[in-house]
């Protein structure tokens, strides 16, 4: 828990009840997030009270608060560009193969949903729109940590891998000699290491979000019920072939960048 302390910033203090509903949401009472935020009960409650005056807060019938409408309209700014362009392809991607559809990049040592189109089948949901998961621990995050470069591979790998299933691949060594296999032939997957009785595939792909020529920055795939297992490389033509289309669409960007789509370096 944080403490009370005086001297923090305005800033740190709004950002400490917004760390309070991400951590502990999506419903809290006022003493919970005073409790979760480490702030004084008085000043949780002038701060929240603006931020619901705002639009950033919503409160519901028996007192609680969630995060409101006009926060929710603000965050979809965030790659916004990338996921509008991206979105009509991602629809594409669904109907060819009637699985479970998303587009994802990095934030920071996560992986970050942008997009999902979900299909009919029951697959176990590890994640959503906004959702975050360690980069280890599906076939999107290892398609990006795969694609970055060697110093972050590197530290990522010198820290804490946590084990979502039983079958998350945690072992530094084995999983940096499965981000040189994923680096070498393109894609990635992922059987039950973030939700059991799921499984994923996904593809690089390199839109110009940074500014590191051949740095792979977004990714899209599939997930799928683990009776596909042995048949989930069968989607491999589809990712390749959206993928490329999404890439092609960010063509200009891309050229200032000094890489194209056919740049076969993008994923080393």
């Known amino acids: 828990m944080r403490t009370g302390d005086p001297g923090r910033s305005v800033a740190s203090r709004i950002f400490a009840v917004f760390e309070a509903f991400e951590d ?30 705002w639009g950033a807060l919503a409160r519901d019938a028996h007192g609680r608060y969630q995060v409101g409408l006009r926060l929710w309209e603000l965050a979809q700014n965030a790659s916004r560009r990338l996921r509008e362009a991206s979105r009509p392809f991602i ?29 009919s089948k029951r697959v176990p949901k590890a994640s959503r729109i906004g959702g975050r998961l360690p980069l280890h621990a599906t076939a999107v995050g290892k398609v990006l940590l795969a694609g970055e470069e060697q110093w972050f591979k590197d530290a ?68 799928c019920p683990l009776d596909q297992w042995s048949s989930l490389t069968n989607h491999l033509p589809a990712l390749q072939g959206i993928a490329r289309r999404i890439e092609q669409n960010f063509q200009p960007r891309l050229g200032s960048l000094g890489a194209t789509s056919d740049d076969p370096s993008r994923f080393r």
Request: net charge negative; glycine share 10%.
């Open 24 to 53: 502990h949401g999506p419903l809290l009472s006022l003493t919970q997030i005073a409790e979760y935020s480490g702030l004084p009960i008085s000043t949780t409650h002038r701060i929240v009270a603006e931020l619901q005056e």
């Open 91 to 119: 629809q594409d991607l669904f109907s060819l193969t009637g699985e479970t559809a998303h587009l994802a990049i990095r934030e920071g040592n996560e992986v970050l949903y942008v997009d999902r189109i979900y299909g």
């Open 156 to 223: 990522y790998l010198a820290g804490e891998l946590v084990s979502l299933t039983p079958y998350t691949h945690v072992d530094p060594v084995a999983l940096a000699a499965e981000l040189d296999e994923i680096a070498e032939q393109g894609f990635a997957v992922a059987g039950e290491e973030a939700r059991t009785g799921a499984c994923s595939i996904a593809v690089p792909m390199l839109v110009g979000r940074g500014s590191v020529p051949n740095i792979v920055d977004a990714a899209i795939g599939l997930v």
